[in-house]
């Protein structure tokens, strides 16, 4: 399951001031990191964002804000697994007329055919190819923003790119005309995984 209460636990900062003191080289290196960090978010925001609600590629490390979940059942859960799987094949197939049928009546007003491939396209750009991913966990908030109150599940995979292991990949699902659709797609770097060389 997704730990939504997991707050800043393992953010490399707040580790660092709780922590032995690093020595200044590697100090230095952990600041130019997060640096590069905070640089790529601010361009993923000021390009992806206007353009692109409901997808964004996010590579910060700001803290998840704790949703209200609801209980779901065993076929539920199972279903937007599947439904899950089926979206993240598209994007890896860069089936993008697959992917767009696939989404929901409100991402499609929200974005374009032509920016909903602009997130997974710049995440595998800045990450690299895709090399493997296992689902992680799964949660069904009662209320997603942006969108109208609805069913909401969000299925989290744990990914590894060619130049950096350790990422989170998110599916926003939706439950509309009987069946679970798209609304949200995310990339997220998890603190403190690292770069391959």
């Known amino acids: 399951m997704i730990d939504w209460q997991r707050g800043d636990a393992g953010h490399p900062a707040r580790e660092a001031k709780r922590g032995p003191v690093e020595p200044p080289a590697e100090a230095a290196a952990r600041r130019h990191r997060q640096g590069r960090r905070v640089t790529m978010m601010l361009v993923s925001a000021l390009l992806l964002s206007p353009a692109l609600p409901g997808c964004t590629v996010d590579i910060g490390t700001s803290a998840d ?15 937007a697994h599947a439904a899950a799987d089926l979206i993240i094949a598209a994007i890896d197939d860069e089936d993008w007329d697959r992917v767009w049928n ?24 800045m990450f690299g190819d895709f090399l493997g991913r296992k689902p992680l966990g799964y949660a069904f908030p009662e209320t997603i923003e942006g969108f109208p ?6 299925v989290v995979y744990a990914a590894d790119f060619s130049r950096v292991r350790g990422t989170h990949e998110s599916v926003v699902l939706v439950w509309e005309d009987d069946t679970w659709r798209l609304g949200g797609y995310w990339v997220r770097q998890v603190p403190g995984a690292g770069k391959t060389p």
Request: aromatic share 4%.
């Open 149 to 154: 109150p609805g069913r909401f599940a969000v």
């Open 65 to 79: 804000v704790a949703p209200k979940m609801r209980e779901a059942t065993t076929d539920e859960q199972l279903a």
């Open 102 to 125: 696939q989404a929901s009546t409100v991402l499609k007003k929200q974005t374009s055919k032509f920016a909903l491939k602009a997130v997974p396209l710049a995440a595998r750009g």
